[in-house]
C-alpha cells in the first residue's frame, strides 16, 4: 500500500464536506469561449457562436431570396402540367393563339385541357416575380412536343418547362428557410410555431 493512500476504510472517504469541496473544483473550472467543446466526435461551438452563425444564415437567406412561396403540404405532382414564365403582361386569348399556332386545334381537340394564369407577386406577397402560366395538356406526346418546342406569344419565344420542377424547387426553398427559422428560434429558446 502506498503512503500517500488512505485505506478504504478510511472516515475521510465518507466525509460529505470533502466531496463538496471536491464538487465545487469541477464547477468553478473556467472553460473560455473559443475552446471548443466535443459532443459525438465533432467540435461544437458556444451558444454565441451558434446563434450569431444562424442568425446569419437567416438574414443572408432573407437577402438572397425575400419572399418565397410558402406551403403547408408537400406540393401535388401534376406530370401534365407545363409552365410558361413571363415577366410580360399576356392575355390568356394571347396565350392560346399561341398554343394554336404549335398545335392547331389544341383546346378543341382536347389535348390542351386548360390554361391557367399564376400571380407569384401577389401568391409571395412581394414584386418583381415572374409570373406563371399553366397548361394542363392531355398526354405524354402533347408534353413533350410543347416541352422542345416553347409558346411564342406577341412573337415573343418563351420556353415551357415541367411545373413540377418549378414547384419543388420552390418547395425546397421553403423547407430551407423553414429550418433556417426552427434553427433561430431553437437558439434564441423560443419555441417554433407553425408558419402562416
Known amino acids: 500500500m502506498q503512503p500517500d493512500a488512505e485505506p478504504l476504510g478510511s472516515p475521510s472517504l465518507g466525509n460529505p464536506s470533502m466531496h463538496r469541496e471536491a464538487a465545487a473544483l469541477l464547477v468553478d473550472m473556467e472553460i473560455p469561449e473559443e475552446t471548443p467543446a466535443w459532443s459525438l466526435g465533432r467540435p461544437v461551438k458556444s451558444s454565441k457562436q451558434y446563434l450569431q452563425q444562424v442568425v446569419a444564415e437567416y438574414k443572408?437567406?432573407?437577402?438572397?431570396?425575400?419572399?418565397?412561396?410558402?406551403?403547408?403540404?408537400?406540393?401535388?405532382?401534376?406530370p401534365l402540367c407545363l409552365c410558361m414564365e413571363t415577366s410580360e403582361d399576356f392575355t390568356h386569348l394571347e396565350v392560346l393563339e399561341a398554343?394554336?399556332?404549335?398545335?392547331?386545334?389544341?383546346?378543341?381537340?382536347?389535348?390542351?385541357?386548360?390554361?391557367?394564369?399564376?400571380?407569384?407577386?401577389?401568391?409571395?406577397?412581394?414584386?418583381?416575380?415572374?409570373?406563371?402560366?399553366?397548361?394542363?395538356?392531355?398526354?405524354?406526346?402533347?408534353?413533350s412536343r410543347l416541352l422542345r418546342s416553347g409558346l411564342?406569344?406577341?412573337?415573343?419565344?418563351?420556353?415551357?418547362?415541367?411545373?413540377?420542377?418549378?414547384?419543388?424547387?420552390?418547395?425546397?426553398?421553403?423547407?430551407?428557410?423553414?429550418?433556417?427559422?426552427?434553427?433561430?428560434?431553437?437558439?434564441l429558446g423560443a419555441e417554433p410555431a407553425q408558419e402562416d
Open 99 to 143: 398554343l394554336e399556332a404549335k398545335l392547331p386545334g389544341a383546346m378543341e381537340s382536347g389535348r390542351v385541357s386548360s390554361i391557367r394564369f399564376e400571380n407569384m407577386n401577389v401568391i409571395c406577397g412581394t414584386a418583381g416575380r415572374r409570373d406563371r402560366w399553366l397548361i394542363m395538356v392531355a398526354d405524354f406526346q402533347t408534353r
Open 152 to 187: 411564342s406569344p406577341r412573337g415573343l419565344p418563351h420556353h415551357l418547362v415541367r411545373h413540377d420542377d418549378l414547384q419543388l424547387g420552390d418547395y425546397r426553398l421553403h423547407l430551407r428557410r423553414s429550418l433556417v427559422r426552427r434553427r433561430m428560434l431553437e437558439a
Open 60 to 78: 443572408a437567406l432573407d437577402r438572397e431570396l425575400p419572399c418565397i412561396r410558402k406551403f403547408s403540404m408537400p406540393p401535388a405532382t401534376q
